[in-house]
């Protein structure tokens, strides 16, 4: 399979705990996002890489929210000292064109539930 | 900032039954993405509209670009139960990377 694949898929945690996510977008794309979906809202778009460049971050995106591209290929997402409020799936996308330009690839998405 | 509501919230219908729903928008969009959420799954593009009143064919699915640019519409003709899931509608921000979703409509179909 060579879409964007992410892990883990579900994820338990207790509050305070930290977490991370991971996303290996398809091959040729240098463009990844991360988003953040609620039950029953649409993804809500938390940041966005150029390779390995971090070019746009949202104000959804605490400083308890990191996230990485060291090589331009994975993406990582961590996560410090969870809240109940982070509950929530998140998505990693990629592309080769800009999102007014073209289609997002969406992966599986990483379920987040902190107790 | 920008906001996208779809109507209807959810539908409830029987196979075969076409479908309509729409997206309304408070500001212009250059481009109107439409993307189905299957549960579990993460969103799959549908149809991208990239001009002004153009109309948009994929299989028994059509959308819309409204004239105004701050509007688009979905029909599905001749429902089939792989059709059930959420619908959302997206548009990109200007000079940014953000794509912006809108409320999602749920589509269930009645056996």
């Known amino acids: 399979d060579t879409g964007v694949s992410q892990n883990p898929r579900h994820k338990i945690t207790k509050r305070g705990q930290n977490v991370t996510f991971r996303c290996d977008p398809i091959?040729?794309?240098?463009?990844l996002y991360w988003y953040r979906q609620t039950l029953g809202q649409g993804p809500e778009f938390l940041t966005y890489?150029?390779?390995?460049?971090?070019?746009?971050k949202s104000r959804l995106l605490s400083d308890r929210f990191s996230a990485e591209r060291p090589k331009g290929s994975f993406s990582t997402l961590e996560i410090q000292r969870t809240e109940q409020g982070d509950s929530a799936m998140y998505l990693c996308?990629?592309?080769?064109?800009?999102?007014?330009?073209?289609?997002?690839?969406f992966g599986e998405g990483s379920r987040l539930t902190v107790l | 900032g920008q906001q996208l509501n779809q109507s209807p919230q959810s539908m409830f219908i029987q196979e075969g039954e076409d479908v309509s729903m729409n997206c309304t928008s408070s500001?212009?969009?250059?481009?109107w993405l439409w993307y189905k959420q299957d549960p579990g799954e993460g969103p799959v593009l549908l149809i991208a509209l990239y001009k002004a009143g153009e109309l948009t064919s994929n299989g028994r699915l059509t959308a819309q670009f409204g004239i105004t640019r701050k509007d688009s519409f979905l029909n599905i003709s001749a429902s089939i139960p792989s059709d059930v899931g959420i619908y959302f509608c997206a548009g990109p921000g200007f000079g940014n990377e953000k794509l912006t979703f809108g409320t999602g409509t749920r589509l269930t179909i009645i056996p």
């Open positions: 996308a990629s592309s080769y064109r800009t999102v007014g330009a073209g289609e997002l690839f």
């Open positions: 500001s212009i969009f250059n481009t």
């Open positions: 890489f150029q390779n390995e460049a971090q070019l746009e």
């Open positions: 091959s040729e794309h240098n463009r």
